[in-house]
């Protein structure tokens, strides 16, 4: 697969995500499934009032609506149609000076989430992994930096750092734009990168990045998980991961196209919601050529990894 | 919910109950842990319970640091002359207060007296009406009083509402109380939280769901899907998931942050007000909570709701009402047990604040089990289209008149849909002759909806008013509604309204951004109001939670949705995907705030400037 492919199919699936998910809640194809239950006529007003609560949700005949995302019609109203030509800080009784007045709309936040700090055991070894994303700043523009790597037997075996400007272009979607730096035991790459992160109908987190570096070399990664609540501490997280790269890089041990991907399961245990101990499995899989450099180094291209860690943020 | 479990790892069951029910002694220190010593040293424990009360036309307030410890864990509170809640101030119609604030925090501070209607630089919102009162400073206060009833005064800076900053403002009529009660006691609302406030808040900002602790699990799931079948469990849950919302979002706090307090006492605490068998007891409500909205009850005793929002209402009996901060309700009870409790159930059953009304200290009666969570339905979230099968159907057909027919399919699936009631309203249409004489129901999303800051739209909203809120539908109780109030003598202000201004109160819930028409404040400009216009304001609700909307400097006048008076209200809660809309008088010049009355929202955004001019 070249350059030119990996870049076509980074498209698409980039494409996809928000199509899939911003659009599909978005742009008019959502379709609300509206009316359907028996009224009850001679209630009370007050039963009437009441009567929705035992209503299913779904148990109902269609009516479109678009109640999410999309497009403002060209006849939107203006929210500032009422100020009359005032500003907060400006015209007839504003107080004297630079606004004083700040919410928390302008003021910025930040938190460093692990999402995965584990010990992975498979058939042949032990390594230690890590899984990292921070940000900083306010609701619709901030900094985030994203970390991922694992470490065997005391050396840093590879590490993807990144660092990115993340805008928000939907209501759950973040575009996301910077640098990716890979670090490890083969040679260090760089890499232009713009993804997009947030969160799909059915609540899947979704992560999806294209990456374009020196040589003419591209890459792609796509990221989903999802929270799956058995009680209201014991969460059930899937996890899945594929990698598509769009040329050759041997000394990386990476071949061109579909490289690996990986699908885990971690149970944690939420002593509190940001201190979570977990225990799960993942299987990974190596493809085409970088299973064959993988074979040629003697190491398996498919592997189970039973993993003990602990999630946290602050 | 299961035994919480400290970050440090200690199970602490114990504690658990200990920090939902509070200390019984809340508020009085026992052993500080170093930290706080020097502090306490300086200045004596927070007075809790029922307040000082504080009378005339001069009074001193200061505002400090002092410490309290609700839950176990020693805490310093932002404080009005050392008491939560704050003193009671009773004062008189006709009279003009000078009211001198000091400030000892380190930090800037200031007083709002809401719902009092007076010149905007006496309102006390920094950066609005006055530029805030700094360390060391003391800021006099002075307005004549022109109105009466029960209000309340809290800080408009930063969070220190939430820390302890709040108390009630009695304003006795002139020429005497015309309500006959032997006792009058304030029952003050309000939570309290460990953390502090904004670390809440960058918690809410990172996991909005944080202190939800009744998320729909696969456990829920499968129970449902044995009893009403797997169809009926997916079709309960697909929407919402579709959607990316949640059916149990009632409330951004809950019991697993926050202690809830009635006059300054935690439910093991149980604050008691004492009568006499045979009286007749007056209690003052005042939600003068940070977050929380509560539902409060008497169970075994009726109360009779004779007062809100300061403003008398024809005399209505109920057995249950919902408020959320800002609002008040005064109610007559006459209770001839021996003991009753006042159960104040938080709005997302997450616990309660409570207290008793004996003949004696020490007695005390049952306390209720918290009523189940319930799900927000279809009608929260998509208004009339949502609720139509069950919505009052003149309210329905007042939703439809405007709007072009063709473009609703649905409207022919209604089964049982009351026509005659339909076609009755659009004859009524047709003969009506001032297109401002009710409500517009034309729905107008601002452009800035469409974006990031807004998580959904309701294109149909509900307009009745008659609905007590979820978790209160069909309880087998009488829960008050807005429809029931009735404020006595009819508007201030007879003149119809001469425009609309339409605002739509919006929020992203996975962002944890709270806005109007999807702008946050900064973004915004000011609504301006030409001095002395009658003006209705349209409140549109784009989300799935209720919001008390807090208009200073004049009074909204609630209506129905066919345009005739309600009540007069300061704070008047929006339920999810509802219309209202209230008349407003443009009679204060100046600038004022409007706002969600819950803090994080409030603080989030959802608040606007308005200008009269």
């Not at chain 1, 919601?273 to 977990?278: E, K």
């Not at chain 2, 209230?582 to 010049?589: E, P, Q, W």
Request: aromatic fraction near 8%.
């Amino acid at each position: 697969m070249n350059t030119l492919s990996i870049l076509a199919a980074s498209v698409l699936v980039l494409g996809a995500a928000p199509t899939l998910a911003i659009a599909a809640g978005a742009q008019g194809q959502h379709v609300m499934e509206a009316a359907g239950a028996q009224p009850e006529s001679g209630a009370s007003p007050m039963k009437q009032a009441a009567a929705p609560a035992a209503m299913p949700m779904g148990a109902m005949d269609h009516g479109d609506m678009n109640m999410q995302g999309g497009s403002a019609p060209a006849d939107a109203r203006d929210p500032h149609a009422y100020s009359g030509g005032y500003t907060l800080d400006s015209g007839k009784y504003a107080l004297a000076g630079p606004r004083q007045l700040r919410l928390a709309d302008e003021h910025s936040f930040g938190t460093l989430l692990v999402d995965r700090l584990e010990r992975v055991d498979t058939r042949d070894a032990t390594s230690t992994a890590f899984d990292a994303q921070a940000w900083f700043g306010r609701d619709y523009d901030r900094l985030v930096v994203k970390a991922e790597g694992d470490y065997a037997n005391g050396r840093l075996e590879e590490a993807r750092t990144e660092l990115l400007w993340g805008h928000a272009i939907a209501s759950y979607w973040d575009a996301q734009l910077g640098l990716r730096y890979d670090t490890g035991e083969g040679p260090d790459r760089s890499w232009l990168a713009f993804g997009i992160q947030g969160l799909a109908p059915y609540w899947f987190e979704l992560d999806a990045t294209a990456y374009v570096g020196n040589e003419g070399r591209s890459a792609l990664r796509v990221e989903a998980e999802y929270e799956l609540p058995i009680t209201q501490r014991l969460v059930l997280q899937p996890r899945g991961e594929i990698n598509l790269y769009g040329k050759k890089d041997e000394a990386n041990g990476m071949g061109s196209g579909l490289t690996d991907a990986t699908f885990g399961l971690r149970l944690r245990y939420e002593v509190s919601r940001q201190f979570a101990p977990y225990i799960g499995v993942e299987w990974n899989n190596k493809f085409g050529q970088t299973a064959d450099l993988a074979r040629a180094e003697g190491a398996s291209t498919r592997e189970t990894r039973w993993v003990a860690g602990l999630r946290f943020w602050f | 919910m299961p035994a919480r479990f400290s970050p440090i790892g200690t199970p602490v069951t114990l504690n658990r109950r200990r920090f939902v029910q509070g200390l019984a002694a809340g508020g009085v220190l026992a052993g500080l842990p170093g930290l706080l010593h020097a502090a306490a040293d300086r200045a004596p424990s927070t007075v809790t319970g029922a307040a000082p009360v504080l009378r005339g036309t001069e009074i001193d307030l200061v505002v400090a640091e002092s410490p309290v410890n609700f839950t176990g864990n020693p805490r310093m509170a932002t404080t009005i002359n050392g008491s939560i809640p704050a003193p009671t101030l009773r004062l008189r119609e006709g009279d003009t207060v000078t009211i001198r604030v000091t400030n000892r925090l380190r930090e800037a501070t200031s007083i709002h007296w809401h719902g009092i209607i007076l010149p905007y630089q006496m309102d006390g919102v920094p950066g609005i009406s006055f530029a805030g009162i700094a360390p060391g400073e003391t800021f006099t206060y002075r307005f004549k009083l022109e109105q009466t009833g029960t209000y309340w005064y809290h800080s408009h800076s930063g969070m220190q509402e939430l820390t302890g900053m709040y108390g009630a403002l009695i304003v006795e009529p002139r020429e005497g109380e015309p309500v006959r009660a032997d006792r009058d006691y304030v029952v003050q609302l309000s939570d309290w939280t460990d953390e502090a406030p904004m670390q809440v808040f960058a918690k809410l900002k990172t996991q909005s769901d944080y202190y939800n602790y009744n998320q729909p699990t696969v456990a829920d799931f499968f129970r449902d899907a044995s009893t009403d079948g797997l169809k009926s469990a997916i079709d309960k849950r697909k929407m919402w998931n579709e959607m990316r919302m949640s059916p149990t979002d009632l409330a951004d706090l809950s019991g697993a942050t926050l202690t809830f307090l009635m006059n300054g006492t935690t439910p093991a605490g149980n604050w008691t007000g004492l009568f006499r068998r045979g009286e007749r007891v007056r209690l003052r409500f005042i939600n003068g909570a940070g977050n929380s909205f509560y539902d409060v009850r008497i169970p075994g005793l009726k109360m009779t709701v004779i007062q809100s929002d300061g403003v008398d209402v024809e005399p209505v009996t109920v057995d249950e009402f919902r408020f959320g901060p800002g609002e008040t309700y005064d109610v007559l009870v006459e209770p001839k047990d021996d003991a009753y409790t006042l159960f104040a159930q938080a709005m997302d059953r997450s616990g309660y604040a409570r207290g008793t009304l004996a003949v004696q200290p020490g007695l005390t009666a049952p306390v209720p089990a918290l009523d189940k969570v319930e799900w927000l339905t279809m009608a929260d979230m998509m208004g009339a289209m949502g609720g139509m099968a069950g919505m009052d159907h003149s309210a329905m057909a007042g939703g439809m008149k405007d709007r072009n027919h063709t473009a609703m399919p649905m409207q022919h699936n209604m089964p049982g849909m009351n026509h005659g009631a339909m076609a009755m309203d659009h004859s009524q249409h047709a003969m009506a002759e001032n297109p401002l004489d009710k409500a517009s129901q034309t729905v107008r999303h601002a452009r800035t909806e469409y974006g990031p800051s807004t998580d959904m739209r309701v294109d149909m909203p509900r307009t009745n008013l008659d609905d007590p809120g979820i978790g209160l539908r069909n309880n087998g109780r009488r829960v008050l509604t807005l429809a029931d109030l009735s404020t006595v003598g009819g508007p201030i202000d007879p003149r119809g309204a001469e425009r609309e201004i339409e605002l739509h109160l919006t929020g992203n819930m996975e962002r944890y951004a709270w806005s109007l028409d999807g702008l946050e404040f900064g973004q915004s400009t000011p609504v301006h109001l030409r001095y002395g216009e009658r003006v209705r304001v349209i409140l549109h609700n784009d989300t799935m939670m209720t919001h008390p909307m807090h208009l200073h400097g004049m009074w909204s006048e609630l209506e129905t949705a066919d345009g005739a008076f309600q009540a007069r209200r300061h704070t008047i809660p929006v339920q999810p995907a509802q219309r209202i809309s209230f008349l407003v008088t443009a009679d204060a010049l100046g600038r004022w705030a409007w706002h969600c009355h819950l803090m994080f929202h409030m603080d989030a955004g959802m608040f606007r400037q308005v200008v009269v001019s």
